[in-house]
Antibody
């Protein structure tokens, strides 16, 4: 079984940087079969894909967020992280981390964290 | 980007009903589509992947279909736990894109 868990501040001030970490257990983020992803959900709204990082460190970001976004890996801790700069109230959302699989058995976002609410407010 | 158009946005049904939700992709995505169920305060849970494959542990009353770029999620014999919001997600290309969601409500 694979588990993902998001952690980070629940409150961020406008113009500051939102930072979250996803800790993965039951799998290695060094695996070549998976893309480690972030998704968010604005309150009462639908799901928005943010971006991924691969084991090599390569990334792909949603163009709508690309200029403010950094996703990174810490293989020693089996974690990956999200940093979103210059936040506004529009970045208030529940943030999920997830595994995006292409291992030949499962495809797409198969395992998700429980999500963490981040509120942007002064 | 691939656009996913999901319908209806909501529907009302009773226990025992059969309901069908549709997602239309803006281009060919082969069978690269998943369906997710979300209840309030919880993360999405995958039901179906690759259009037809049932996620392990998911009841067989959930099934997926495809006709061209149109995809369906059918829930047969709706159960109380099935009243939730459902999303499709294309896993053919990046950026990944979701449908807008369908809320299944109790009639």
């Amino acid at each position: 079984q694979v588990w993902l868990h998001e952690s980070g501040p629940g409150l961020v001030k406008p113009s500051q940087t939102l930072s979250l970490t996803c800790t993965v257990s039951g799998d290695s983020i060094n695996s070549d079969d998976y893309y480690w992803s972030w998704i968010r959900q604005h309150p009462g709204k639908g799901l928005e894909w943010i971006g991924y990082i691969y084991s090599s460190g390569s990334t792909y970001y949603n163009p709508s967020l690309e200029s403010r976004l950094t996703i990174s890996l810490d293989t020693s801790k089996n974690q990956f992280s999200l940093r979103l700069s210059s936040v506004t109230a529009a970045d208030t959302a529940v943030y999920y981390c997830a595994r995006d699989s292409s291992d030949g058995y499962s495809f797409g976002l198969d395992y998700w964290g429980q999500g963490t609410l981040v509120t942007v407010s002064s | 980007d691939i656009q996913m158009t999901q319908s209806p946005s909501s529907l009302s049904a009773s226990v025992g009903d059969t309901v069908t939700i549709t997602c239309r992709a803006s281009q060919d995505i082969r069978n690269d589509l998943g369906w997710y169920q979300q209840t309030p305060g919880k993360a999405p849970k995958r039901l179906i992947y690759s259009a037809f494959s049932l996620q392990s542990g998911v009841p067989a009353r959930f099934s997926g279909g495809r006709s061209g770029t149109d995809f369906t999620l059918t829930i047969s014999s709706l159960q109380p736990d099935d009243f939730a919001t459902y999303y499709c997600l294309q896993h053919n290309a990046y950026p990944r894109t979701f449908g807008q969601g369908t809320r299944v409500e109790f009639k």
